[in-house]
């Protein structure tokens, strides 16, 4: 049985090259079995919209770690299974660019799966923003704070798999 890491990434600014937040839902045996949060300090400004949308600024995260620290508790987690987001590609890339900007070396690719895709093939008739599929399936959600997307995220992923679609044909690989 696949072990699924589900997560979210919120972003300082439009450049969407750094975290200041991000959330993870680990997925085994049909369900969720940790979740794990941590703001991140980004070491780079905060766009007034992005601040906005997530409630994250410079002051909260000054003390908190910049993505080298925190990635040595989290590479554990995020190395034990599937990466899942809502638009992956989206958090994937966040991902992707703050290994580089912090000279990380992790694997040269990550199999993923993108709730967003899979939802466009299995529903087809209806918008996949996460809130909306939160509210189809009544899942709680505190949107654009990482912790809540991450666990919607995998909440939605397991409604999948109840339902008998075969996420494995779903699956992808990013390049890091």
Known sequence: MAIYIAFDVETPNRANDRM??????????NRIVANYY??????????????????????????APNFAELWEKIEPIMSK???VA????????????????YGISWKAAADYL??????????P???????????????????????SDSRA???????YMESGVDVSQYLRQYWL
Not at 20 to 29: F, L, V
Not at 86 to 101: G, I, K, P, T
Not at 153 to 159: M, N
């Open 86 to 101: 809502h638009n992956a590609v989206f958090d994937m890339s966040v991902l992707r660019q703050c290994l580089r900007s």
């Open 20 to 29: 200041s937040a991000i959330g993870i839902s680990a997925i085994k045996d």
């Open 153 to 159: 995220c995998a909440e939605i992923l397991l409604r």
């Open 38 to 63: 941590s703001l991140v300090n980004p070491e780079t400004h905060f766009d007034y919209f992005n601040t906005q949308l997530t409630g994250i600024d410079a002051e909260k995260v000054k003390s």
């Open 125 to 147: 008739n209806m918008k996949h923003n996460l809130d909306v599929m939160c509210e189809y399936y009544d899942i709680a959600l505190n949107h654009h704070q990482a912790d």
């Open 81 to 83: 299974g599937i990466l």
């Open 114 to 123: 993108c709730t967003v895709q899979i939802g466009r093939r299995v529903l």
